[in-house]
Each structure stands twice: as structure tokens, then as C-alpha cells.
């Protein structure tokens, strides 16, 4: 089944860790995006990539970064910059590159939990 | 920068009764799409419209869309305990269509 798949489902981190979250898809999208979601509020975009190894800053990119090496994965990092990373973290991706005129589909969350 | 709002917040209704949210932006589009999300769920397309379009059907869903206010609705008939879920509207934000800007939601309860 094509889909996109995110890694893990929880996550806990320590104050001062870095971690990282894993996105993968398998439906050969270009595009792929990261977004960062609090309680009762709607999505926030991180970072997003249109092609291999090139990725652009969303509104709250401070204190995150990405790669892209591959193009069927996205994996986002979470410094210890970010002083509050408590959130539930949603992985995008797109068909193509450029204007988005498609839907696009969206991984199941990993739910970021500082201890 | 936030491009949608959604109006109501939340939203409670019987099943059966129909539903109402709408869509509010700020710049010129080239397509408006509605998303779904059953709670700490991710995201689920619905419908896309684009900017010449008026209207779209899916199933129980009919989206609309007004270009000179800056508007958009999306009406679910005969609803069902099942729809109860955050509806989100989502567009290309002027100046970088390539990514997409997200409203709060509307939060959708049908009590059955």
C-alpha cells in the first residue's frame, strides 16, 4: 500500500536532546512538508522540500532542521533550541513540484512529549 | 502567516441535521481544499476547488467558493456521528503557492 509513514507513533525527550522524527513515503512525491500542530489549533509549517537535497524554511523553523537526501524521506530533528517542542508533528508530501494544485496526503503524527 | 480561518470554532449538531463551516482568506488563490482530521489523527483530503469553480459536489459534501469576498463553505448533509472530526481549510498562500497554509479548523460534534 503507497502511504506515507512517520516514526515513531510517541516520542518522549529530555530537555537539552535533540531527536528525530521520521517521515517516509512510498507514492514517488516530489514534494514534502513538515508541520507542527498544538492543541485545538490548526497546523504551523516548519520546513518543506521540493526536490532532493533542497529544502526551504516555513513560518516556525527556528529551532528544527531537515534533509533530504533521499526522495522518499524527510526526517525532521528537533534541537534543543526549541524551547518548547511539545506539539504533534505532521509529515506531508505533495505530487509535484511548484504550485501546490493536487491534495495532499499526510502521515499519522508522532506526538512529541518533553520530560 | 496564516492564509484561512474557519468560522464557527466548533460546531455541535443532531444527526441528521446539516452542517455548515466556512472559510475566510486573505489574498488571491488559485485553489481553496478541505481537509478532514479525526482526533490526534493526521490529515485527510476532502475536496479541492479551484478558482474559476463555484461549487464542487463529493458524496454528502458540497463545497462552494466566492472569489470576491474571499470565501469559502463546505456543507455536510444528513450528518452522522461518524463525521465528528476537525475540518480544516487550506490554501497556497500569496507569494509561495508552493506550500500550504492551514486555518485553525472548525471542530465538528454530531451527537447522536
Known amino acids: 500500500d503507497g502511504g506515507i509513514t512517520q516514526s515513531p507513533k510517541y516520542l518522549f525527550r529530555k530537555e537539552g536532546q535533540n531527536v528525530t522524527l521520521s517521515c517516509e513515503q512510498n507514492l514517488n512525491h516530489d514534494a514534502m512538508y513538515w508541520y507542527r500542530q498544538d492543541p485545538g489549533q490548526g497546523l504551523r509549517l516548519i520546513y518543506y522540500?521540493?526536490?532532493?537535497?533542497?529544502?526551504q524554511k516555513g513560518d516556525i523553523a527556528e529551532g528544527y532542521s531537515v534533509s533530504r537526501e533521499k526522495k522518499e524521506s524527510f526526517p525532521l530533528t528537533v534541537t534543543s533550541a526549541q524551547k518548547n517542542p511539545t506539539a504533534f508533528y505532521l509529515c506531508?508530501?505533495?505530487?509535484?513540484?511548484?504550485?501546490?494544485?493536487?491534495?495532499?496526503?499526510f502521515g499519522q503524527g508522532t506526538r512529541l512529549t518533553v520530560v | 502567516s496564516q492564509q484561512g480561518e474557519e468560522d464557527p470554532q466548533a460546531l455541535s449538531i443532531q444527526e441528521g441535521e446539516n452542517a455548515t463551516m466556512n472559510c475566510s482568506y486573505k489574498t488571491s488563490i488559485n485553489n481553496l481544499q478541505w481537509y478532514r482530521q479525526n482526533s490526534g489523527r493526521g490529515l485527510v483530503h476532502l475536496i479541492l476547488?479551484?478558482?474559476?469553480?463555484r461549487e464542487k459536489h463529493s458524496g454528502r459534501l458540497r463545497v462552494t467558493l466566492d472569489t470576491s469576498k474571499k470565501s469559502s463553505s463546505l456543507l455536510i448533509t444528513a450528518s452522522r456521528a461518524a463525521d465528528t472530526a476537525s475540518y480544516f481549510c487550506a490554501t497556497p498562500p500569496s507569494g509561495s503557492a508552493r506550500q500550504l497554509t492551514f486555518g485553525s479548523g472548525t471542530q465538528l460534534t454530531v451527537l447522536p
Open positions: 476547488i479551484r478558482s474559476n469553480e
Open positions: 522540500s521540493q526536490i532532493v537535497n533542497d529544502f
Open positions: 506531508a508530501s505533495n505530487p509535484r513540484q511548484g504550485v501546490v494544485d493536487t491534495e495532499a496526503f
